[in-house]
């Protein structure tokens, strides 16, 4: 094919569709890990996106987070109500989310207390605080567990 203008245009114009694609990428997420750190492994079992869970698998990416740390905003969010994480009484201590939506992404957090659950927050800006997960997971890395709405790999996004 010859390379009009009009051709290099087009190509120029795909080009910057998919820049936009490649740049949805989580900002900081937990107080004390800027850069987003994973939860690797730990006595309860592994952190990553498919590691297994028993019979099931771990159908999110989980984010170091400190328990009582602020969780922030990692995109500008729309708020969507709350998660019910377990109907176990057990971990009550730490069954709390929170549903999120961007203008790319409709994904969740569990084991943070919102401070509320409708509206927009900024990037940046705190959206709750971390649960005590020691209480019910002793020895854990205590982690945000990130889940998108699909059930994708939230991986890519990081
Ligand atoms: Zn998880």
């Known amino acids: 094919m010859k390379m009009t203008c009009k051709n290099i245009a087009l190509l120029a114009a795909l080009l910057a569709v998919a820049c936009v694609c490649e740049g949805v990428t989580f900002g900081q997420l937990c107080q004390g890990n800027p850069n987003n750190m994973r939860r ?16 099931r698998q ?35 201590a730490i069954n709390d989310g929170i549903n999120l939506q961007t203008d790319d992404l409709c994904f969740k957090l569990f ?12 990037k940046g800006q705190r959206l709750g605080v971390m649960l005590p ?11 945000v567990h990130v889940q998108m709405c699909d059930k994708s790999d939230p991986t890519v996004y990081f």
């Open 133 to 143: 997960m020691q209480q019910v997971y002793p020895g854990i890395k205590s982690h």
């Open 40 to 55: 690797t492994s730990d006595i309860w079992g592994q952190g990553h996106y498919g590691a297994p869970r028993g019979s």
């Open 58 to 92: 771990h159908k999110g990416l989980d984010i170091e987070c400190e328990d009582g740390s602020v969780v922030y905003a990692p995109f500008d969010v729309t708020l969507n109500g709350k998660v019910i994480v377990y109907t176990d009484p057990a971990k009550a």
């Open 111 to 122: 084991y943070v207390r919102p401070d509320q659950t409708s509206g927009t927050v900024s």
